[in-house]
């Protein structure tokens, strides 16, 4: 939520510089360094055609891999993932996208429109870069990530942080183009490829280490709830609870599944024991049983946000619509209030996800309306989708031509219609 205190406890930018330097030390990333890089020296001895294939493969995994690590030290994590599990294979690939067709804009401007134009396409590519990377990693949108709204928000949210990112993309890039012409000049062409993406590769897994602290630094104005596959291990105090010490034997035994299943018998007699639900998504989690894992949500939000933990119950939400792509709240009242909620904590697709469908489940409900412009504001404010935001308010205007927020929902369309004959640069009117 925009306007709240960075964390008491950030450190200085200086110090988090430090840390991202020495972040590909650890034996995972460097491990993982070092064989991109043997791969990019393979390719170099290939014909044209399969050498690019093979760059281009190397290269969406290596930006799968930092997505990954962005996504680790966004929760807080210092060590490095051995592997990426988290990240889908087409992020990485969609950022190898991203970064060649930044790099022919910045090339085509200078070689059409000069110089001039080429330093200022670089300048527009480097200030996005931070904020697409993000958007990728953390909030596994693409189309999301080519929203210049959703750049200056992250931009505006971070301040001065986020213009040390960009700075330090610059000299990344910078550092890179430099090393490229030294190298080759100096040392055979099979050790200057291996060291150059070796040292490319540190330069951006850095990249993607600040990024990630710098989020989970200012988690609060970014409204970000974190991961729950991230999330830390349960404190050893809870084990005062005999079920669950009783669960964590069953786990550490190797039966995740039975874990869980303990646990869930305990909640039909303790339903309101928080730790008890959070136990047991651990090792639902554990045994892989994601239908489980989805269905126990759908209960369990309800009951946090009867408690007022709308930023956990946006979390656990996040996590049911990635067990189950059909999952959906029973209560109306709870799918208005928890979208809401996650439309200002940034979470887009989380607040798209729960009221998908609800003017069609919950015909003639108060909440329709307010839903559906909620909708159409996400789809054409974040997600460059103004046509789609058009159909929705139309239907609105057409089944609720009496509702309350029927003036509101004109606005809005008269807005987009101005949208659409004036270009991209009127989004920054939308009404509230």
Same mark, same amino acid.
């Given at each position: 939520?925009?306007?709240?205190?960075?964390?008491?406890?950030?450190?200085?930018?200086?110090?988090?510089?430090?840390?991202?330097?020495?972040?590909?030390?650890?034996?995972?990333?460097?491990?993982?360094?070092?064989? @991109?890089?043997?791969?990019?020296?393979?390719?170099?001895?290939?014909?044209?055609?399969?050498?690019?294939?093979?760059?281009?493969?190397?290269?969406?995994?290596?930006?799968?891999?930092?997505?990954?690590?962005?996504?680790?030290?966004?929760?807080?994590?210092?060590?490095?993932?051995?592997?990426?599990?988290?990240?889908?294979?087409?992020?990485?690939? =969609?950022?190898?996208?991203?970064?060649?067709?930044?790099?022919?804009?910045?090339?085509?401007?200078?070689? =059409?429109?000069?110089?001039?134009?080429?330093?200022? +396409?670089?300048?527009?590519?480097?200030?996005?870069?931070?904020?697409?990377?993000?958007?990728?990693?953390?909030?596994?949108?693409?189309?999301?990530?080519?929203?210049?709204?959703?750049?200056?928000?992250?931009?505006?949210?971070?301040?001065?942080?986020?213009?040390?990112?960009?700075?330090?993309?610059?000299?990344?890039?910078?550092?890179?183009?430099?090393?490229?012409? +030294?190298?080759?000049?100096?040392?055979?062409?099979?050790?200057?490829?291996?060291?150059?993406?070796?040292?490319?590769?540190?330069?951006?897994?850095?990249?993607?280490?600040?990024?990630?602290?710098?989020?989970?630094?200012?988690?609060?104005?970014?409204?970000?709830?974190?991961?729950?596959?991230?999330?830390?291990?349960?404190?050893?105090?809870?084990?005062?609870?005999?079920?669950?010490?009783?669960?964590?034997?069953?786990?550490?035994?190797?039966? +995740?599944?039975?874990?869980?299943?303990?646990?869930?018998?305990?909640?039909?007699?303790?339903?309101?024991?928080?730790?008890?639900?959070?136990?047991?998504?651990?090792?639902?989690?554990?045994?892989?049983?994601?239908?489980?894992?989805?269905?126990?949500?759908?209960?369990?939000?309800?009951?946090?946000?009867?408690?007022?933990?709308?930023?956990?119950? @946006?979390?656990?939400?996040?996590?049911?619509?990635?067990?189950?792509?059909?999952?959906?709240?029973?209560?109306?009242?709870?799918?208005?209030?928890?979208?809401?909620?996650?439309?200002?904590?940034?979470?887009?697709?989380?607040?798209?996800?729960?009221?998908?469908?609800?003017?069609?489940?919950?015909?003639?409900?108060?909440?329709?309306?307010?839903?559906?412009?909620?909708?159409?504001?996400?789809?054409?404010?974040?997600?460059?989708?103004?046509?789609?935001?058009?159909?929705?308010?139309?239907?609105?205007?057409?089944?609720?031509?009496?509702?309350?927020?029927?003036?509101?929902?004109?606005?809005?369309?008269?807005?987009?219609?101005?949208?659409?004959?004036?270009?991209?640069?009127?989004?920054?009117?939308?009404?509230?």
């Amino acid at each position: 939520m925009a306007g709240s205190a960075p964390q008491a406890d950030a450190p200085p930018l200086l110090e988090r510089l430090s840390d991202a330097l020495a972040y590909p030390s650890q034996p995972g990333p460097l491990s993982t360094l070092a064989a @991109i890089a043997a791969t990019h020296v393979v390719a170099d001895w290939l014909p044209s055609l399969p050498s690019m294939l093979i760059d281009f493969i190397a290269w969406a995994a290596f930006l799968k891999y930092g997505f990954e690590a962005l996504r680790w030290s966004a929760n807080g994590r210092d060590a490095a993932p051995e592997l990426s599990l988290l990240v889908g294979e087409s992020a990485g690939w =969609f950022g190898v996208g991203v970064l060649v067709v930044a790099q022919l804009a910045v090339f085509g401007a200078a070689h =059409f429109y000069g110089q001039g134009a080429g330093l200022a +396409a670089g300048i527009v590519a480097a200030f996005a870069m931070p904020a697409i990377m993000m958007l990728i990693a953390v909030e596994d949108s693409t189309l999301l990530s080519l929203n210049p709204l959703a750049w200056l928000r992250i931009a505006a949210r971070l301040g001065a942080a986020y213009f040390a990112l960009v700075v330090f993309f610059a000299l990344t890039v910078a550092a890179q183009i430099a090393l490229a012409g +030294a190298l080759v000049a100096a040392l055979p062409r099979f050790v200057a490829i291996f060291a150059l993406h070796l040292a490319t590769g540190w330069l951006l897994l850095a990249n993607f280490r600040l990024i990630g602290t710098l989020i989970h630094d200012h988690r609060d104005e970014l409204g970000y709830a974190g991961d729950p596959l991230l999330r830390d291990e349960p404190q050893t105090r809870d084990d005062a609870d005999p079920v669950i010490a009783s669960a964590r034997r069953r786990g550490a035994g190797g039966d +995740a599944a039975g874990a869980a299943a303990l646990l869930l018998d305990e909640l039909r007699a303790r339903p309101k024991a928080l730790v008890l639900h959070d136990e047991c998504r651990r090792w639902l989690r554990e045994a892989g049983d994601a239908a489980t894992l989805a269905a126990h949500g759908k209960g369990y939000i309800p009951l946090l946000l009867d408690l007022g933990q709308d930023r956990l119950a @946006i979390d656990i939400a996040r996590e049911s619509q990635q067990c189950d792509a059909g999952f959906a709240l029973d209560d109306p009242a709870d799918i208005t209030r928890l979208a809401a909620a996650a439309a200002n904590a940034g979470q887009t697709q989380v607040a798209l996800g729960l009221i998908d469908g609800f003017h069609e489940r919950f015909r003639g409900h108060a909440d329709t309306v307010r839903n559906l412009l909620l909708a159409a504001r996400l789809l054409a404010e974040r997600m460059n989708k103004e046509a789609s935001a058009h159909a929705l308010l139309q239907r609105a205007r057409q089944e609720f031509p009496e509702h309350a927020m029927i003036p509101e929902v004109d606005r809005y369309l008269e807005f987009l219609d101005r949208l659409g004959a004036s270009g991209p640069g009127a989004k920054t009117g939308a009404p509230r």
